[in-house]
């Protein structure tokens, strides 16, 4: 088995690195927040004091952070991996990114002998516990090849994408559609509520229907029972949003629904929903406020 070093163990990442560790992988871990490693140390997991003192001596790196802003910093930061790790490192970045941050770690690792991949995937909490996640990877073929069983012990399904930035692109165009798929059924929600349809019928009818999806299954149920605890938090799909939509300028392609679908994130996410899950967008549309 290999040396791991994990990178961020908010709720995606310490479940991540919790199977590979229960894969027998060796890890080594760092998060900003010392006290999310607590339960890694109680496993005898060895908690380094930064990226960098995670990177040394390992033979894969896997990162899952917030933003661009942290991946710079986690990545190119004076106490980042790039720097620390050795000739023929592979990291793989889980990260949500945009493409063009994705490249300009590649191009940095490669000039350190490193090899990277943007790695983001599709689930949330429920499929990284279970290791049913979806891998999106863009970069070298060869390092796809020997990073591939390692994401395989975290995921249900690992595609390679393309080249440097593919990864990243694809995550990009996931988000845009779930977030769309969800405010969709936020307003849905709003309609049979306010006509007196049974809840029941409506879960079954709409889950079995056209529209029917692991969206429509988890969160028109959480809508209904006004369960706003994050699977995947608003102001995270917010920023992906805008992401999005920074890449459909750069590639000159109209994007009138994504700009309305993130004009509704926005403006939840300013009336303090953020930390909520994604379907508390249906709390703004109805001026309805949370539940303490």
Not at 251 to 257: G, V
Request: net charge positive; proline share 3%.
């Amino acid at each position: 088995m290999s040396t791991v070093a994990f990178i961020g163990l908010g709720a995606m990442g310490s479940r991540m690195a919790m199977n590979l560790h229960a894969a027998g992988h060796r890890l080594k871990v760092w998060n900003r927040d010392r006290a999310k490693t607590r339960p890694f140390a109680d496993k005898a997991i060895e908690v380094a004091d930064s990226a960098a003192a995670a990177a040394r001596g390992a033979e894969f790196v896997v990162s899952i952070v917030a933003d661009d802003v942290a991946t710079r910093e986690v990545m190119l930061g004076a106490s980042g991996v790039v720097g620390a790790a050795a000739a023929g490192t592979i990291i793989a970045d889980s990260s949500t990114n945009t493409p063009a941050m994705a490249r300009e770690v590649a191009q940095a690792a490669a000039a350190r002998g490193c090899l990277y991949l943007d790695a983001p995937v599709s689930g949330s909490i429920a499929q990284a516990q279970a290791k049913e996640l979806v891998f999106m990877v863009g970069g070298e073929q060869a390092a796809f090849d020997k990073a591939q069983p390692l994401l395989a012990a975290m995921g249900r399904l690992v595609r390679r994408i393309g080249d440097s930035g593919t990864g990243a692109t694809l995550k990009l165009i996931n988000n845009m559609l779930s977030a769309s798929l969800t405010a969709a059924i936020a307003e849905a929600a709003q309609a049979a509520e306010a006509a007196g349809v049974d809840r029941e019928a409506a879960l079954e009818i709409l889950g079995e229907g056209a529209a029917g999806s692991r969206l429509m299954k988890t969160k028109l149920p959480k809508i209904f029972k006004r369960d706003f605890a994050p699977q995947f938090q608003l102001e995270l799909m917010e920023k992906d949003l805008r992401y999005f939509l920074a890449l459909a300028q750069e590639l000159d392609r109209p994007a009138p629904i994504a700009s309305l679908v993130r004009s509704q994130y926005q403006a939840a996410r300013r009336a303090q929903l953020g930390k909520l899950d994604s379907c508390a967008v249906f709390l703004q549309a109805a001026g309805e406020k949370p539940k303490p």
